[in-house]
C-alpha cells in the first residue's frame, strides 16, 4: 500500500477525490471501491503494488480500433471498483472486497512489457481512476520505454481525477455499460447520474486525450436496449465529441447476478448501428459479434473496406502511416 494522492483533509476525515462518489473517509474507514482507505488520517491506496489480474493483449480487445492497430498492451488490473454493475463480466475482481494480488511494482511493468515486446499498458478489467496513482506509478515507467499507457474506464471520473490521469495517458475507452440513462443507472449501476461521465468525457477531450466509446446494450425492460435513448446518446457524443469518435455498440453476454438474461439479439445491434450511421457517427462497430462485418472499418468517403478484421487481429489494412485511406485520402482518424 502507499499514500493516495487523490484525496482531500477535511475536520479530521479524509474526502477521497479519485472518483466521482467523493466517499467521506473517518478513520479506519475503507471507500465503496473497496482499496482506498483513511489510515490515521491520511488516504491509502491498499492495492498499489498488487495486480488481481494480468495478461498480454491485442489493443483492440479494449477495443481501441483508431489507436495504434494491431499493436499488443500488457493489461493490469487491481481488485474493487467504484460501479456496481449486476452484469459485470469481471465480477471476481471488481466485485470483491478483500485487497489481494501478486506483487507487481511498476518497474516489474516495465520488464514484462520488455520480455513479451508488448507496445503499451492498458489499465482496465476493473475501474482504473481507483488505483490512478498506481496507474501513474506503473506509466511512468512504461514511458521510459516509449511504451504508451490507455484507461479502459466507466468515466466515472472525478475532475481531480481528470486532471490527475491526464498527464499519463494517451487513450481512453469509456463504457457507459449500459444504457446512458438515469433510471438504468440507479437500478443496475449504482449510480445516480451518468452526468459525471458526459462531464468527464467533454473534459477529456479538450486535453485531447484520444476517446473510443462502448455502449453495451442489456436487453432489459425495453430500457438498456431502448434505440431512441440510444439515439439521444449519439447525437450528445456528435455535439460534443464529434463525429469521428468511435463508436462501439457491444453484445450483451449473461453475467454474475444477470445470468438469466439472453444475450442481445444481433438484429438489435444492428439496428443500433444503422441508427448511429444515419446519425451522421462516421467509425461505427458491433462488439463481441465474431465474424460481423461491422468489426471492420469503412472509409467514411469512399466507402471501401479499409481495415478487415477477425475477432481482435487484423487481417488487412489500406491506410498510410498518418491513417489516411489508401484509395482517397480521407483522413480515417487512426493514431497510427
Ligand atoms: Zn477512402
Known amino acids: 500500500m502507499k499514500e493516495a494522492s487523490l484525496y482531500e483533509k477535511i475536520d479530521g476525515r479524509v474526502v477521497c477525490t479519485a472518483c466521482n462518489r467523493y466517499c467521506?473517509?473517518?478513520?479506519?474507514q475503507i471507500g465503496f471501491c473497496g482499496i482506498r482507505k483513511n489510515v490515521g488520517g491520511k488516504l491509502y491506496l491498499l492495492s498499489w503494488g498488487l495486480t488481481a489480474s494480468m495478461n498480454?493483449?491485442?489493443i483492440e480487445?479494449?477495443?481501441?480500433?483508431?489507436?495504434k492497430p494491431g499493436s499488443r498492451v500488457l493489461s493490469i488490473s487491481t481488485t474493487g471498483c467504484n460501479w456496481m454493475c449486476k452484469y459485470c463480466q469481471n465480477y471476481d475482481i471488481s466485485q470483491r472486497r478483500t485487497v489481494e494480488g501478486y506483487s507487481l511494482y511498476p518497474e516489474d511493468a516495465r520488464k514484462i512489457l520488455k520480455e513479451y515486446g508488448?507496445?503499451?499498458a492498458s489499465y482496465t478489467y476493473n475501474e482504473p481512476t481507483i488505483f490512478a496513482e498506481y496507474a501513474r506509478d506503473i506509466a511512468a515507467e512504461i514511458k521510459k520505454v516509449k511504451g504508451f499507457n490507455t484507461f479502459v474506464s466507466n468515466g466515472y471520473l472525478s475532475r481531480e481525477a481528470v486532471d490527475y490521469v491526464s498527464s499519463f495517458l494517451d487513450?481512453?475507452?469509456?463504457d457507459f455499460k449500459g444504457n446512458a440513462n438515469d433510471s438504468f443507472a440507479r437500478k443496475y449501476i449504482n449510480i445516480k447520474s451518468y452526468d459525471p461521465v458526459f462531464q468527464t468525457l467533454k473534459s477529456l477531450k479538450e486535453k485531447g486525450i484520444h476517446?473510443?466509446?462502448?455502449?453495451?446494450?442489456v436487453p432489459v425492460e425495453g430500457i438498456g436496449d431502448n434505440i431512441e435513448d440510444a439515439r439521444q446518446l449519439v447525437s450528445w457524443i456528435k455535439l460534443n465529441l464529434g463525429e469521428n469518435v468511435p463508436l462501439h455498440f457491444t453484445r450483451f453476454h449473461p453475467d454474475y447476478l444477470m445470468s438469466e438474461v439472453p444475450p442481445t439479439p444481433i438484429s438489435v445491434l444492428e439496428d443500433h448501428y444503422r441508427m448511429a450511421k444515419d446519425e451522421g457517427m462516421k467509425f461505427v462497430y458491433l462488439g463481441n459479434v465474431p465474424g460481423s462485418k461491422l468489426e471492420n472499418t469503412y472509409c467514411p468517403r469512399c466507402g471501401r473496406l479499409v481495415v478487415?478484421?477477425?475477432?481482435?487481429?487484423i487481417k488487412r489494412k489500406f491506410f498510410d502511416n498518418s491513417g489516411?485511406?489508401?484509395f482517397c485520402g480521407e483522413d480515417l482518424h487512426i493514431v497510427t
Do not use: M, Q
Not at 171 to 174: L, N, W
Not at 211 to 217: C, F, V, Y
Not at 308 to 313: H, I, K, W
Open 171 to 174: 487513450a481512453i475507452t469509456v
Open 308 to 313: 478487415e478484421r477477425e475477432g481482435f487481429s
Open 56 to 58: 498480454i493483449d491485442p
Open 211 to 217: 476517446i473510443e466509446l462502448t455502449d453495451l446494450i
Open 24 to 28: 467521506v473517509l473517518k478513520d479506519g
Open 324 to 326: 489516411h485511406c489508401s
Open 118 to 120: 508488448a507496445d503499451g
Open 61 to 67: 480487445k479494449k477495443p481501441l480500433f483508431h489507436f
